[in-house]
Nanobody, 120 residues
Framework: QVQVAESGGGLVQAGGSLRLSCAASGRNFSKNAMGWFRQAPGKEREFVARITYIGATAYSDSTKGRFTISRDNAKNTLYLQMNSLKPEDTAVYYC??????????????WGQGTLVTVSE
């Protein structure tokens, strides 16, 4: 069964840091783009960051400069380092593996999500 599973969420104070991990299983995703999305209470799911199969990255305007996406293909694992966290970063964060090597337009598998709560 192909799946991805997030971990690392939790409660942190504003200005703090968290590192999310996403472990993929069932097959190797080294040739696939992967990314992070988030959904805050009462809002739609939104794009956070993307990394292509060769490591090119892209970020939303709200996370650029504070978040860093990376991947370890040997471990089949995706990461999201989140620094300078703000209360508005509070959301459930989802990992996604795409069918494409570079685009997240067609997602093959979603994780169940991990909750990040940033207090004032």
């Amino acid at each position: 069964q192909v799946q991805v599973a997030e971990s690392g969420g939790g409660l942190v104070q504003a200005g703090g840091s968290l590192r999310l991990s996403c472990a993929a299983s069932g097959r190797n995703f080294s040739k696939n783009a992967m990314g992070w999305f988030r959904q805050a209470p009462g809002k739609e799911r939104e794009f956070v960051a993307r990394i292509t199969y060769i490591g090119a990255t892209a970020y939303s305007d709200s996370t650029k400069g504070r978040f860093t996406i990376s991947r370890d293909n040997a471990k089949n694992t995706l990461y999201l380092q989140m620094n300078s966290l703000k209360p508005e970063d509070t959301a459930v964060y989802y990992c996604a593996a795409a069918r494409s090597t570079v685009s997240l337009q067609n997602i093959e598998v979603w994780g169940q999500g991990t909750l990040v709560t940033v207090s004032e």
